[in-house]
């Protein structure tokens, strides 16, 4: 029994030894498979290619067991290191808008109303850094890379950070280029969205990462196709993949531009043939898709790229089917990378104990919470999260508002920085509008603004702003939120314009139109003077309800008759706003609605004589568009009036210009009443998509019905007039532009060419 006990135990030693050792084998035999080094060139769009060729490889059973990449190989290499296939990859990126990553500027509904009418005045938003003391302080980038880094976790769906790259399924690296010594950067742990932006950051189009200390920007300028960093990390193959742009034919380079993008070219090309001198034809592979189709920024051929990316692969399977494996290899690969993406920490909502602020900016950290709406110990999407990243970012303060989500012990913490703008805190932005009738009337308008922002820890600006040319305003206001949800706040300040009016006369008054009987017309100038303190409850992102007190003085001097007026006065206000349109100038959607009713006391002088007066004025207007694919019909209505008996009125009402009773020029027609309704038509002709930047062209007419009169009781039917156009619109990056003609009923006429929104 003994005995017979000794042998089964002997047995069982025997077959667990053997067990055993067949274990070991098969381990070691695949720890000591060749490993497979992807190397990935920069090359923008055309990184495309790099998905052809991955598919090529999934295809064909060829593990990659390395990836490095540059650029826009450094994101497709982070893809695939995060494990994801090739079809998984080639989605996600092509429901990209790359282009939207070389734009920063909020949507306009994104942003709150009080900035959306700024920018709606100043459209050219240069936004040139100047302090208080005059120093001026350069934009670090003409784009800072909010967005894309937007994109980037889009597409991975933002990740953890890393304690290091080896950690993902397939091990990873990216490179930049520290800009101050102008080296290559390994970048190896932390955030994988924030080393492919640093890898991506093409300086003068993307503002270059913070990392560690270091300014980074692309790595294509140092080594773009990282062939050395993949060896260096164990790789015995290498699959290479070159993106390199030709260079230009002597006959080519007939501008600066061109000049510069062959230097560009030539460097990065360099770069690359070093990386080359690494590789061994009978150990690795080379491929160089057929790419001359296209260039970097062209992201609307990537489909193209994906399919020269698959040629190559295709074209020299031979080679690449030396690192081919079995298909039980291929599928224990497979699954262990699987394995391996499964622990990644990456879900599409969170858990959130604790948000911690890094808060790099002037305001309160109370204001930032409040604006953000997002709760701790509490479940929250990642969709919730980015929301929350743009609406802050829309109140057009910061530099760049970024995050990650991080185990810290038992906790999931969301850390996020807010960094408040470099070249702050004053900005100078410009406005320019030119406007001729071809005929007898030529004005322009040239204006800047200065604003100095957060004065006050509740995000409290001073804006000053003055515009030169046919008419003149001087304005400056102080503005003061009073609490941290932004609901109230308190403005108040001042404002001076000279203006130049159309008036008809007859011998003893004056009339609104050529129908009231005039003799004569005179131009009139306007001079103004106002201040203001109100109170704002921003009842809405796009809705405020004020409630102010205006006081006011004016002289008035109608040229042809030598006849001088002055005014004063003061008293209460109300102003109902809403505005959500899409566009100002070329809506498409949304609606704009602007009321106001005052009530003031006022004393006017003229021919030795005081009148006192109690003046209630009232002013309304509409902008309703409705879109229906390219055809667009926006409905405008408008009109006021006051009660005001002084000869010449201080709440005046005009009319004329393109779309505003077109045939008659602006400011053409003046009075103490007015009424006005159009409907405007627009086809959007021509999209012009530049990528970085969209200039549409729209062709359209109008028709139009209104007048103004200088009293009441002459308000009918028959004394309006009624106009149409015809134009050619261009929503330029210097504003808006318009071709047109206007003709009304009376006879007039008057053709148009407006550029910017100068007036």
Same mark, same amino acid.
């Given at each position: 029994?003994?005995?017979?006990?000794?042998?089964?135990?002997?047995?069982?030693?025997?077959?667990?030894?053997?067990?055993?050792?067949?274990?070991?084998?098969?381990?070691? =035999?695949? &720890?000591?498979?060749?490993?497979?080094?992807?190397?990935?060139?920069?090359?923008?769009?055309?990184?495309?290619?790099?998905?052809?060729?991955?598919?090529?490889?999934?295809?064909?059973?060829?593990?990659?067991?390395?990836?490095?990449?540059?650029?826009?190989?450094?994101?497709?290499?982070?893809?695939?290191?995060?494990?994801?296939?090739?079809?998984?990859?080639?989605?996600? =990126?092509?429901?990209?808008?790359?282009?939207?990553?070389?734009?920063?500027?909020?949507?306009?509904?994104?942003?709150?109303?009080?900035?959306?009418?700024?920018?709606? *005045?100043?459209?050219?938003?240069?936004?040139?850094?100047?302090?208080?003391?005059?120093?001026?302080?350069?934009?670090?980038?003409?784009?800072?890379?909010?967005?894309?880094?937007?994109?980037?976790?889009?597409?991975?769906?933002?990740?953890?950070?890393?304690?290091?790259?080896?950690?993902?399924?397939?091990?990873?690296?990216?490179?930049?280029? *520290?800009?101050? &010594?102008?080296?290559?950067?390994?970048?190896?742990?932390?955030?994988?969205?924030?080393?492919?932006?640093?890898?991506?950051?093409?300086?003068?189009?993307?503002?270059?990462?913070?990392?560690?200390?270091?300014?980074?920007?692309?790595?294509?300028?140092?080594?773009?196709?990282?062939?050395?960093?993949?060896?260096?990390?164990?790789?015995?193959?290498?699959?290479?993949?070159?993106?390199?742009?030709?260079?230009?034919?002597?006959?080519?380079?007939?501008?600066?531009?061109?000049?510069?993008?062959?230097?560009?070219?030539?460097?990065?090309?360099?770069?690359?043939?070093?990386?080359?001198?690494?590789?061994?034809?009978?150990?690795?592979?080379?491929?160089?898709?057929?790419?001359?189709?296209?260039?970097?920024?062209?992201?609307?051929?990537?489909?193209?790229?994906?399919?020269?990316?698959?040629?190559?692969?295709?074209?020299?399977?031979?080679?690449?089917?030396?690192?081919?494996?079995?298909?039980?290899?291929?599928?224990?690969?497979?699954?262990?990378?699987?394995?391996?993406?499964?622990?990644?920490?990456?879900?599409?909502?969170?858990?959130?104990?604790?948000?911690?602020?890094?808060?790099?900016?002037?305001?309160?950290?109370?204001?930032?919470?409040?604006?953000?709406?997002?709760?701790?110990?509490?479940?929250?999407?990642?969709?919730?999260?980015?929301?929350?990243?743009?609406?802050?970012?829309?109140?057009?303060?910061?530099?760049?508002?970024?995050?990650?989500?991080?185990?810290?012990?038992?906790?999931?913490?969301?850390?996020?920085?807010?960094?408040?703008?470099?070249?702050?805190?004053?900005?100078?932005?410009?406005?320019?509008?030119?406007?001729?009738?071809?005929?007898?009337?030529?004005?322009?308008?040239?204006?800047?603004?200065?604003?100095?922002?957060?004065?006050?820890?509740?995000?409290?600006?001073?804006?000053?702003?003055?515009?030169?040319?046919?008419?003149?305003?001087?304005?400056?206001?102080?503005?003061?939120?009073? *609490?941290?949800?932004?609901?109230?706040?308190?403005? =108040?300040?001042?404002?001076?314009?000279?203006?130049?009016?159309?008036?008809?006369?007859?011998?003893?008054?004056?009339?609104?139109?050529?129908? @009231?009987?005039?003799?004569?017309?005179?131009?009139?100038?306007?001079?103004?003077?106002?201040?203001?303190?109100?109170?704002?409850?921003?009842?809405?992102?796009?809705?405020?309800?004020?409630?102010?007190?205006?006081?006011?003085?004016?002289?008035?001097?109608?040229?042809?008759?030598?006849?001088?007026?002055?005014?004063?006065?003061?008293?209460?206000?109300?102003?109902?706003?809403?505005?959500?349109?899409?566009?100002?100038?070329?809506?498409?959607?949304?609606?704009?609605?602007?009321?106001?009713?005052?009530?003031?006391?006022?004393?006017?002088?003229?021919?030795?004589?005081?009148?006192?007066?109690?003046?209630?004025?009232?002013?309304?207007?509409?902008?309703?568009?409705?879109?229906?694919?390219?055809? =667009?019909?926006?409905?405008?209505?408008?009109?006021?009036?006051?009660?005001?008996?002084?000869?010449?009125?201080?709440?005046?009402?005009?009319?004329?210009?393109?779309?505003?009773?077109?045939?008659?020029?602006?400011?053409?027609?003046? @009075?103490?009443?007015?009424?006005?309704?159009?409907?405007?038509?627009?086809?959007?002709?021509?999209?012009?998509?530049?990528?970085?930047?969209?200039?549409?062209?729209?062709?359209?007419?109008?028709?139009?019905?209104?007048?103004?009169?200088?009293?009441?009781?002459?308000?009918?039917?028959?004394?309006?007039?009624?106009?149409?156009?015809?134009?050619?619109?261009?929503?330029?990056?210097?504003?808006?532009?318009?071709?047109?003609?206007?003709?009304?009923?009376?006879?007039? &006429?008057?053709?148009?060419?407006?550029? @910017?929104?100068?007036?």
């Amino acid at each position: 029994m003994s005995n017979h006990r000794f042998l089964s135990l002997a047995l069982i030693s025997f077959l667990v030894l053997l067990s055993d050792t067949a274990y070991a084998t098969e381990s070691t =035999t695949t &720890s000591q498979r060749p490993q497979i080094g992807l190397v990935l060139s920069g090359g923008g769009a055309k990184g495309a290619a790099h998905i052809g060729v991955l598919e090529v490889l999934e295809e064909h059973r060829i593990p990659v067991d390395i990836v490095t990449g540059t650029s826009m190989g450094a994101y497709v290499g982070g893809m695939a290191a995060l494990g994801l296939s090739a079809t998984e990859i080639k989605e996600r =990126t092509f429901d990209i808008d790359w282009n939207q990553g070389y734009i920063d500027k909020s949507d306009r509904n994104e942003l709150l109303l009080r900035k959306k009418r700024n920018e709606d *005045d100043y459209q050219l938003r240069a936004e040139v850094g100047i302090t208080p003391s005059g120093e001026y302080k350069p934009k670090p980038g003409a784009v800072l890379g909010q967005t894309m880094a937007a994109l980037l976790r889009q597409a991975t769906r933002h990740p953890a950070q890393f304690a290091s790259f080896d950690k993902l399924p397939i091990p990873y690296r990216a490179v930049a280029t *520290d800009m101050e &010594s102008v080296s290559p950067v390994i970048l190896a742990s932390g955030d994988l969205t924030q080393a492919m932006q640093a890898s991506m950051s093409v300086p003068g189009a993307l503002k270059g990462v913070e990392w560690e200390g270091k300014y980074l920007v692309d790595g294509g300028i140092v080594n773009n196709m990282p062939v050395d960093v993949a060896l260096e990390m164990g790789a015995d193959h290498i699959i290479a993949i070159d993106l390199r742009d030709p260079l230009y034919h002597t006959n080519e380079l007939k501008s600066v531009l061109a000049v510069v993008e062959q230097l560009t070219t030539y460097m990065t090309n360099s770069s690359s043939d070093k990386q080359v001198s690494y590789l061994q034809p009978e150990r690795d592979t080379y491929l160089q898709p057929e790419l001359s189709f296209m260039t970097a920024p062209d992201f609307d051929k990537m489909q193209q790229a994906y399919e020269a990316g698959r040629n190559v692969a295709l074209a020299q399977i031979e080679s690449l089917k030396r690192y081919q494996l079995t298909q039980q290899q291929y599928d224990s690969y497979k699954i262990q990378k699987a394995k391996k993406r499964t622990k990644l920490f990456i879900r599409d909502a969170y858990f959130i104990d604790k948000i911690q602020l890094d808060n790099r900016s002037q305001l309160n950290e109370s204001l930032i919470r409040e604006l953000l709406s997002l709760e701790e110990n509490k479940a929250i999407t990642t969709a919730e999260i980015e929301t929350a990243v743009k609406k802050l970012y829309a109140r057009n303060d910061f530099e760049k508002v970024t995050y990650t989500i991080d185990e810290e012990g038992d906790e999931t913490v969301l850390n996020m920085v807010i960094k408040e703008k470099s070249w702050g805190p004053g900005f100078l932005n410009f406005k320019f509008g030119l406007e001729d009738n071809f005929s007898n009337r030529s004005e322009y308008g040239i204006g800047a603004q200065y604003t100095l922002t957060n004065i006050t820890d509740l995000g409290g600006e001073w804006t000053t702003a003055f515009l030169a040319g046919s008419w003149k305003k001087l304005s400056t206001e102080l503005y003061f939120p009073v *609490d941290v949800s932004q609901k109230w706040a308190i403005t =108040t300040g001042a404002e001076l314009t000279q203006e130049v009016r159309q008036f008809y006369f007859s011998s003893d008054n004056i009339f609104n139109s050529p129908r @009231g009987g005039a003799t004569f017309e005179s131009d009139v100038d306007y001079d103004q003077n106002k201040i203001h303190i109100g109170l704002d409850w921003n009842w809405h992102n796009s809705g405020a309800l004020t409630f102010g007190y205006l006081g006011l003085s004016g002289h008035y001097h109608a040229r042809s008759v030598n006849f001088e007026q002055d005014v004063y006065g003061h008293g209460p206000y109300a102003q109902f706003t809403f505005d959500n349109l899409d566009n100002f100038f070329f809506p498409s959607k949304g609606i704009s609605f602007d009321s106001q009713v005052g009530f003031t006391s006022n004393t006017t002088e003229y021919n030795n004589s005081s009148i006192n007066d109690d003046v209630l004025y009232y002013s309304a207007s509409l902008i309703k568009p409705i879109t229906f694919n390219r055809h =667009t019909f926006t409905i405008k209505a408008s009109g006021g009036g006051s009660n005001s008996d002084e000869l010449l009125p201080t709440y005046l009402q005009d009319l004329g210009g393109l779309h505003n009773l077109s045939g008659f020029n602006r400011y053409e027609l003046n @009075g103490r009443y007015s009424l006005f309704a159009a409907m405007i038509y627009r086809y959007r002709l021509l999209d012009n998509d530049f990528g970085l930047f969209s200039s549409p062209i729209y062709l359209g007419g109008s028709v139009e019905q209104g007048g103004v009169w200088d009293s009441g009781a002459d308000i009918n039917q028959s004394s309006t007039f009624t106009s149409g156009s015809i134009y050619l619109g261009v929503d330029s990056i210097i504003g808006p532009v318009f071709l047109g003609y206007g003709h009304s009923n009376e006879g007039n &006429s008057s053709f148009y060419l407006s550029v @910017g929104s100068g007036f």
